[in-house]
């Protein structure tokens, strides 16, 4: 699988049809420490079992913290924005930086929001969905 940092909307996807658990630490597929949040902060609202959760995406997933080569390109990325006049919510702006300073295309079904940032890559996360279900495929046809 492609690397790539997912946003919160498509990791929701994947977690709904159930394909987080194919990925492994060797596909490197990222997250956003602001996504990893999200992502839980609504399984808490859900009454679900946020440890497990938040132990399985770490398992799963490499986490991209706020360091400073994140948090020096969300504030260029904020200064331009703001600027032109197409400012897009804090959280967009640090899974942006997050992206753009990891060299790592951003899978979202937000691209609307993320397009107007230069220098971010997009990813159609339709294509991680697609290769997730062909493996999920291949393995209960191993298993059967």
């Not at 600027?83 to 060299?103: F, N, T, Y």
């Not at 107007?116 to 969905?129: A, F, H, Q, S, V």
């Amino acid at each position: 699988m492609e690397q790539a940092c997912l946003d919160t909307n498509v990791l929701i996807e994947l977690s709904r049809r159930k394909l987080v658990r194919y990925i492994e630490p060797e596909d490197n597929m990222y997250l956003p420490v602001i996504v990893f949040y999200e992502f839980l902060r609504g399984l808490a609202y859900l009454g679900r079992d946020i440890g497990r959760a938040k132990r399985e995406l770490e398992y799963r997933f490499h986490i991209i913290w706020l360091d400073n080569s994140v948090l020096e390109k969300a504030s260029e990325i904020y200064v331009e924005l703001r600027r032109k006049g197409v400012l897009i919510p804090d959280p967009g702006i640090l899974i942006a930086a997050s992206c753009i300073s990891h060299g790592l295309p951003l899978a979202t079904y937000n691209r609307e929001h993320f397009e107007r940032i230069p220098g971010i890559k997009l990813k159609d996360p339709d294509e991680i969905i697609s290769e997730l279900n062909m493996y999920k495929a291949l393995i209960k046809r191993e298993s059967s």
